[in-house]
């Protein structure tokens, strides 16, 4: 099996996918000659052609807009915004149209089309480069909101997210883009969108978290594992929206003691409505409060105070603590 980064296994999942479907095709800036601006498109151009992988101008809401009329008219379109910090341009499409023209049609137009885009920080970018802001997406009616966490589960979500007849955004973290390498088969393989994964078992706490964050989390766990004598259950969301929690109430129902990591902001972020949905169905389970590590309620810092803002290790195994000590 071929050890690949999540650029390389997305880049497989768009080639086979279009392999295997003709009217897939993939549009945004710099897709085509360039291979796109972190080379996820690369090779596609050349071996497709202009008329399924197309260069559009610098305008995110033409990108989105025209996605809208070719999933119509019977396209499977994938469409990238270089950062999910420019998505906002192309908001009112996304919203406006993306989400409801199955609701808008009553049925007639399902929409399948795909929004790519890199998201999160730690990559050293300028300003409207790193954000975080997907309870954006996951809190529009319509929308699935889908977040990988490493190569082989972004490569086969993102195979079912070009598949599905309603409409994904997927976001990226670019963090993980080329950061470490995974076993990804060459063979077609994908994951049901909606469901999260246990990637780790333990009996003392549950920690939830998503994307960039998931390798730091795990690299908390060791330590606590090691160096405190506990065990923990740690669960991958994979999907914001729709969100399933069964896993994640289970988890807590065993361990009686829950932590949310995520680089989002503070307030208003996907780990409050983790934290409600245990509240209402756990809550007497809990013995002790639930904990969350995220970003703080600022814009993402600039290079040298950048990594001051993320979740670390440090802030998981101090959260940690307090859980397990009351």
């Known amino acids: 099996m071929t050890e690949r980064t999540m650029v390389e296994a997305i ?29 996820v498109t690369d090779g596609l151009l050349d071996e497709y052609g202009e008329e399924r992988v197309i260069d559009t ?19 499977r379109p994938v469409c990238e ?11 009112h499409q996304i919203e406006g149209h993306v989400a409801r023209m ?43 909101t889908v977040i990988p966490s490493g190569p082989r589960n972004a490569r086969s979500l993102l ?10 955004v997927f976001l990226e973290p ?7 390498r995974e076993e990804v088969p060459d ?10 994964r246990r990637v780790r078992e333990g009996e003392d706490l549950t920690i939830v978290t998503y994307g960039a964050m998931l390798r730091v989390v795990l690299d908390a766990v060791e330590e606590l594992e090691s160096g405190d004598g506990i065990t923990v259950d740690v669960i991958d969301l994979l999907t914001i929206s729709p969100l399933d929690a069964d896993m994640i109430v289970e988890s807590v129902e065993k361990t009686g003691r829950a932590m949310v990591v995520t680089e989002a902001h503070r307030s208003f972020g996907p780990h409050a409505e983790i934290v409600r949905r ?25 290079f040298a105070r950048e990594m001051v803002y993320l979740p670390d290790r440090e802030r998981i195994v101090a959260a940690a603590r307090r859980v397990l000590d009351v």
């Open 159 to 168: 195979i079912s997210a070009i598949r599905d007849p309603d409409p994904v």
């Open 11 to 39: 880049n497989l999942a768009l080639a086979q996918e279009m392999d295997a479907d003709d009217t897939v095709v993939v549009l945004g800036e710099d897709v085509g000659r360039d291979g796109g601006i972190f080379r």
């Open 57 to 75: 101008p610098l305008a995110e809401a033409v990108i989105v807009g025209s996605s809208v009329g070719m999933a119509i008219a019977g396209l």
């Open 278 to 302: 245990l509240v209402e169905d756990v809550f007497w389970y809990l013995e002790a409060p639930i904990e969350t590590v995220t970003g703080y309620d600022i814009q993402v810092p600039y």
């Open 187 to 196: 063979e077609e393989e994908t994951m049901e969108i909606g469901l999260p």
């Open 174 to 180: 670019k963090r993980s883009y080329r950061s470490f």
């Open 102 to 144: 199955r609701w808008r049609s009553q049925g007639r137009f399902p929409l399948p089309m795909v929004v790519r885009m890199p998201y999160g920080a730690g990559v050293r970018a300028l300003e409207h480069h790193s954000e975080s802001m997907e309870s954006v997406y996951a809190h529009v009616p319509g929308l699935k």
């Open 81 to 91: 915004l270089q950062f999910s910090g420019f998505s906002f341009f192309a908001f």
